[in-house]
């Protein structure tokens, strides 16, 4: 291994040696931190992103095109059930392909697909049938699409056709809904399956329409609409009326000073009225008119007499002439004649109560027959429906509303604990995050520090090398001139006391001009003698 990697290593223990407990728990959190970090991001880039094949398949479907894919090893994954398989993106359109050649998934080809097997034989029966199991199918095809659906069944009761218009009866359809899991249909998407239903389908009205999903509720039945039964009409009319007044209330006498209790009878019966009127115009001309006029004139004999005591005709002797006339007229007048029908559908208010109790102590400058009133017009009051309405001035209790309050606060409490320990364990990863990063830059600037050195180090040893290999007045500075009177003669210059003095000249010379130098100079010196 090299020495540069060695002295590293070497460096980087001494330095963790060098590190108290709590900076080695420190340093080991943030390692595992950023490890596992790294860990998790390398398994979710290795994974690969997988597409939905196929949504609302039936089981047996589902469990063909499994097999296919088990035959041609693509991954898959199972959703919603096992009605939804997903597998990796690149292999979507090559499996739809394959299942599409295969005729998977079967539940999908039975729209219009079926008159296609229709051979010239069938019976006139046959294709009455055939024809109304593709229709069944396309509907089923088209509501299963729409969003929340998982899977759809249509069936059409179209009745036969026949020469009496007053034999004619509508055709009915019943639709049963499979919801995704978690997913309730609103009322907006039943009210567009009941028009997509019964647009389908020529002389059917949205109220032939009934809708029933998996778990056995009833969304919209027939004669009433996809507005449900009639209690959940009443439900529905009691939440309206009662959101009305209160909010009129909460604005009078304060928000939580009232409450309001709506009660509503509701007719389960549906009906068909049909109402004549005749009406006279007015100045208008008789349509016929015929007048007849008999006149007779003649004598005739002795009168007949009268009838006396014993019914015997006496005669009173006496004759004349006689004359008849009769008239009469036949006028036929003109007639307004207005003739209504009307189906009364099930769901029909036929009384509601409105009971108000108004806390007293919050009401100070509005009556209770203000309130009465009120409640009646922003209700709908029918009094002669038989509506009544109860309006109350009484003291709350206060116990419900400090016991609210507590509870109220103490799920504030609650909530703001966990907010809190929410962001300190938040800021403890945080701060192990950011001690295991200031760590590791430490670390390595300090390896940058200590490789900077060794550098300087060897540069300065080679150096030293060098000088001591070289003649030391090359690398000296010139000595400063000396005094030329001198008393004493002078001495050989080749004696080794001369040298050895003018040696030591030399180095106090370098050690007052490099000190760092110098030292390292003479360590070295000391170092080679050692060694030898």
């Known amino acids: 291994?090299?020495?540069?990697?060695?002295?590293?290593?070497?460096?980087?223990?001494?330095?963790?040696?060098?590190?108290?407990?709590?900076?080695?728990?420190?340093?080991?959190?943030g390692v595992a931190v950023i490890g596992l970090g790294a860990a998790g991001l390398a398994m979710w880039a290795s994974q690969p992103s997988y597409t939905p094949l196929f949504s609302g398949l039936q089981a047996a479907d589902a469990s063909a095109i499994v097999d296919q894919l088990r035959t041609d090893g693509v991954p898959y994954q199972l959703t919603d059930g096992g009605g939804t398989i997903l597998v990796p993106q690149e292999k979507v359109y090559d499996e739809r392909l394959k299942a599409?050649?295969?005729?998977?998934?079967?539940?999908?080809?039975?729209?219009?697909s079926l008159l296609d097997k229709m051979g010239v034989t069938s019976s006139e029966f046959q294709q009455s049938v055939t024809y109304k199991r593709a229709m069944e199918g396309e509907l089923a095809?088209?509501?299963?699409?729409?969003?929340?659906?998982?899977?759809?069944?249509?069936?059409?009761?179209?009745?036969?056709?026949?020469?009496?218009?007053?034999?004619?009866?509508?055709?009915?359809?019943?639709v049963f809904i499979e919801p995704q899991a978690g997913v309730t249909l609103s009322s907006d998407q039943?009210?567009?399956?009941?028009?997509?239903?019964s647009a389908a389908v020529t002389g059917m009205q949205p109220t032939d329409v009934s809708v029933v999903d998996a778990n056995g509720n009833v969304l919209s039945t027939v004669g009433a609409g996809a507005t449900g039964g009639a209690d959940k009409q009443a439900n529905d009319y009691e939440s309206r009326v009662k959101t009305a007044v209160q909010d009129m209330l909460d604005k009078v006498v304060g928000a939580g000073n009232a409450t309001v209790a709506v009660a509503a009878d509701v007719s389960n019966e549906s009906a068909q009225r049909t109402?004549?009127?005749y009406t006279t115009p007015t100045n208008a001309p008789a349509t016929s008119e015929t007048t007849q006029k008999e006149t007779y004139t003649g004598s005739g004999g002795s009168a007949a007499g009268v009838l006396g005591p014993d019914n015997i005709a006496v005669p009173n002797g006496s004759s004349g002439n006689g004359t008849f006339n009769s008239e009469s007229s036949t006028k036929d007048n003109a007639v307004d004649k207005v003739t209504e029908q009307r189906t009364i559908p099930a769901g029909a208010v036929t009384r509601q109560t409105v009971s108000v109790a108004v806390n007293s102590d919050a009401v100070s400058n509005v009556s209770a027959n203000e309130l009465r009133n009120m409640?009646?017009?922003?209700?709908?009051?029918?009094?002669?429906?038989?509506?009544?309405?109860?309006?109350?001035?009484?003291?709350?209790?206060?116990?419900?509303?400090?016991?609210?309050?507590?509870?109220?606060?103490?799920?504030?409490?609650?909530?703001?604990?966990?907010?809190?320990?929410?962001?300190?364990?938040?800021?403890?990863?945080?701060?192990?995050?950011v001690a295991a990063a200031i760590i590791a830059f430490a670390l390595f600037r300090r390896s940058r520090k200590r490789a900077a050195e060794d550098a300087e180090l060897e540069a300065e040893r080679a150096e030293s090398l060098a000088m001591e290999a070289s003649p030391f007045p090359v690398a000296l500075d010139p000595a400063p001139p000396t005094v030329p009177m001198q008393?004493?003669?002078?001495?050989?210059?080749?004696?080794?006391?001369?040298?050895a003095e003018r040696r030591r000249q030399e180095i106090e010379?370098?050690?007052?001009?490099?000190?760092?130098?110098?030292?390292?100079?003479l360590r070295s010196l000391m170092e080679d003698r050692a060694g030898v």
């Open 487 to 499: 008393l004493d003669p002078l001495p050989d210059p080749t004696a080794p006391e001369l040298e």
């Open 100 to 112: 599409a050649s295969a005729g998977l998934p079967t539940s999908t080809t039975n729209g219009y």
């Open 141 to 174: 095809n088209t509501i299963s699409a729409m969003k929340g659906v998982k899977t759809a069944s249509v069936r059409l009761a179209i009745p036969a056709d026949t020469v009496f218009t007053s034999q004619k009866q509508d055709p009915t359809a019943s």
């Open 509 to 521: 010379a370098l050690a007052e001009r490099d000190p760092q130098k110098t030292a390292e100079f």
């Open 190 to 197: 039943v009210q567009a399956i009941v028009h997509l239903t």
């Open 375 to 433: 409640v009646n017009a922003a209700a709908g009051i029918n009094t002669a429906r038989g509506d009544s309405v109860s309006v109350q001035l009484v003291p709350f209790s206060k116990t419900g509303a400090t016991e609210a309050a507590k509870a109220i606060q103490e799920a504030k409490d609650a909530a703001a604990a966990d907010q809190l320990t929410g962001i300190i364990r938040s800021s403890i990863i945080g701060a192990a995050i």
């Open 1 to 29: 291994m090299p020495q540069q990697v060695t002295s590293f290593f070497r460096r980087l223990g001494d330095t963790i040696r060098g590190f108290s407990v709590a900076q080695r728990v420190i340093a080991v959190i």
């Open 275 to 277: 109402t004549e009127q």
